[in-house]
């Protein structure tokens, strides 16, 4: 892949365009609704580009596309197609209840229903997961320049590729605000959508054109791979079609640690109500509609472009695995190193790990797959110069090598259901090693720790298809980049943004300054953006560690739990029970802060069950409903809650959205049916 002049100057002019328009559109934020919510004078049409595109980023396109490279495949877009059902919900239950209430932020609404306890727990904790997230967005968008750079020739670090992402999204959020983010939303969401499809476009061609050995799930239950040639007879839709239809299915078995077809009833409803009807960097773009027709008219629109996202990142993530497993395989080697140095530390009578300090390019050439090489170096220069494409040489410096240590009774495991298909005497050795663990950790009265290691680094795959299937020296490379990096940029914004809001009105306007001019708002918002800005450029870096995930999109949606369940249970439960006195609030929050922390420490330290992260939602969101339904019992409001209008906005319903609502139900269903079990039989 190149990079050549006319990419430079395509993606040097979407830059210029996005920062030159956000902040021409907002010049006068002079008080904090200015500020924070665009003066509430949103139209219908920016707001839905809008959501899209703060909604858009690394997250899905690098975590997503990374998702449905493995044995996962479209049943990932769940995460899309469901949010769609959920939008027009949030449209017509949540929103009317919200503009009412005239507020800035999610965690203020508690206090307007309970108290302001419940929305000072809501705020803090908001806020330390909104510090993960934004780390975790820019790392994801930090990996596919990185990956991208070396397919180029260039050493990117992801240190460098954050700190640009970082100060691109932070310089038109702290002059402009959430109007100078809209405007931009603008351009990046539509260039996304273009974008994607163009790469979705050339993938299939790429597809259709290779005559070498193509990878694919024979079974998504056991995540067994196989390879398969086709004769240039056979077209790129039949190819993808014969190679992936096991991965074309929804549903995926109950004892899926990633996606079960149980998540589907309940817990993944939970993630998607919270995200778009009660998390703040989604619905600040609705709380600044223009009235309550244009944010009903605005999610409707946004819920259908969510209808089109699976396929021009889902299916380009599909189909990279075909083309690009032995890339991937070969980026394994390196997150492999440190763990599998540690089994051999662990376990040295091991016959398939070998350290061997500084191998010749001979000895690494006659290296056979089965047994693991840990090729050590002593500097990481020395390390790149002996690169190598065989998955079973693991380079690693002789500093981190000494720095490994290994915890009593660690266990060596993966996420990757591929794994044993790729390296089948490794799973077949630590399964006996593995149990013996257990059972001494079991008699010892210990816990049991676990280290991970990877198949494939499926979170690439965006980055195999940029820099391999699209065709040079025609601008599409720098179109195509220019619009990754917007998406990216604007999930940034939007969390910059709304961090930002949340600690300026729920924290500092609460109780270290309730009197502070809107002067001193605007400018504590600035001041939060440059800081918050500068936590997810530190963070970035942290979150490539293997021994965390293989997925980022993983550790978003998991991580997002500990409030998630809890925030949804006590906002549904204040609507529709209105005699449920404030108490209720606080304990409902807390109860799924422990419940839920206290499930994945369980599971994680193999001390109770390993619930899958959607049940375990689905488990603390039943949990904090029965706990609130108890204190209401017990203690009821004399009066129920009455929802005065607190704002001067025109609260008319839409029609019109109400029944495109309705058509965008009936599309989402059919194509659950088309890609379900009965469906994909006929």
């Known amino acids: 892949m190149t990079f050549g ?79 769609a059902i959920t939008l027009v919900v949030v449209a017509f239950a949540f929103l009317p209840y919200f503009l009412r209430a005239g507020i800035y932020t999610m965690p203020e609404f508690l206090e307007y229903r309970y108290n302001a306890t419940a929305r000072t727990i809501m705020a ?90 193509l990878a694919f799930f024979t079974d998504a239950q056991t995540g067994t791979v196989g390879m398969k040639t086709f004769g240039p007879e056979v077209g790129a839709v039949d190819r993808f079609w014969e190679l992936n239809k096991v991965r074309m299915n929804m549903f995926l078995p109950a004892s899926d640690k990633t996606l079960p077809w149980t998540a589907l009833l309940l817990g993944l409803w939970i993630p998607n109500f919270y995200y778009w009807g009660l998390n703040q960097y989604i619905t600040q773009r609705t709380l600044a509609s223009e009235s309550l027709a244009q944010g009903q008219k605005g999610i409707v629109f946004s819920a259908f472009m969510k209808l089109l996202i699976p396929f021009v990142v889902v299916i380009p993530g599909i189909i990279a695995f075909n083309l690009f497993s032995k890339d991937m395989q070969d980026l394994g080697a390196r997150d492999n190193a440190p763990v599998l140095a540690k089994y051999q530390k662990a376990n040295p009578g091991t016959q398939l790990v070998e350290v061997v300090q500084a191998p010749s390019e001979a000895q690494i050439t006659a290296w056979q797959p089965g047994r693991f090489m840990i090729a050590v170096y002593p500097a990481d220069a020395d390390m790149m110069a002996a690169k190598t494409e065989n998955p079973f040489v693991l380079p690693l410096t002789r500093q981190a090598l000494d720095s490994l240590e290994v915890k009593p009774y660690t266990v060596f495991e993966s996420d990757d259901k591929a794994w044993k298909t790729v390296f089948p005497a490794l799973a077949a050795e630590l399964a006996t090693y593995n149990q013996e663990t257990a059972n001494a950790a079991k008699a010892a009265n210990a816990s049991v720790t676990s280290e991970k290691f990877i198949a494939y680094k499926y979170d690439t795959a965006l980055g195999q298809l940029l820099s391999s299937v699209l065709p040079q020296r025609i601008g599409l490379v720098g179109f195509v980049l220019a619009a990754l990096l917007g998406a990216i940029v604007s999930s940034l914004a939007a969390m910059l943004n709304a961090a930002s809001t949340i600690f300026t009105m729920d924290v500092f306007k609460k109780y270290v300054s309730p009197n502070a001019g809107q002067k001193t708002l605007v ?160």
């Open 124 to 213: 803090v904790a908001t806020l330390f997961i909104y510090m993960l997230l934004l780390g975790s967005v820019t790392y994801s968008g930090a990996l596919t320049a990185n990956t991208m750079a070396a397919k180029m020739g260039y050493d990117v670090s992801l240190e460098k590729a954050a700190l640009v992402i970082g100060i691109i999204a932070m310089v038109y959020v702290a002059a402009g605000g959430l109007k100078a983010c809209a405007w931009a939303d603008l351009i990046q969401g539509s260039a996304l959508i273009l974008g994607g499809a163009i790469v979705m476009i050339f993938a299939f061609r790429k597809l259709g054109a290779s005559t070498d050995q």
């Open 523 to 682: 400018t504590l918002g600035r001041v939060c953006v440059v800081v918050f800005a500068f936590v997810a450029i530190f963070l970035a870096p942290k979150l490539g560690d293997p021994k965390i995930s293989n997925s980022i999109f993983t550790i978003i949606q998991e991580s997002q739990g500990l409030i998630s369940p809890g925030i949804l249970a006590v906002f549904v439960f204040g609507l529709l029970v209105r005699t449920a006195p404030p108490i209720a609030g606080v304990v409902g929050l807390l109860t799924n802060i422990v419940s839920y922390g206290g499930m994945y420490l369980l599971g994680r330290y193999k001390i109770g069950p390993d619930i899958q992260f959607l049940n375990r939602m689905a488990i603390c969101f039943g949990l904090c409903l029965v706990v609130m339904w108890v204190i209401t019992m017990l203690k009821p409001l004399p009066q129920p809650v009455e929802f005065r209008q607190q704002s001067n906005l025109n609260l008319t319903s839409s029609k019109g959205a109400k029944l495109a609502g309705i058509v965008v139900v009936i599309i989402t269903l059919a194509l659950y049916v088309i890609f379900s079990p009965i469906g994909l039989a006929k």
């Open 5 to 83: 002049l006319l990419d430079i100057l395509v993606f040097v002019a979407f830059v210029a365009a996005v920062i030159t328009i956000g902040l021409l559109k907002s010049r006068h934020e002079k008080t904090g609704e200015d500020y924070f919510l665009a003066g509430r004078g949103l139209k219908w049409w920016l707001i839905g580009f809008s959501l899209i595109a703060a909604n858009i980023s690394s997250e899905q396109l690098v975590g997503m596309s990374g998702n449905a490279a493995s044995h996962v495949g479209l049943a990932i877009a769940s995460y899309e197609w469901m949010a």
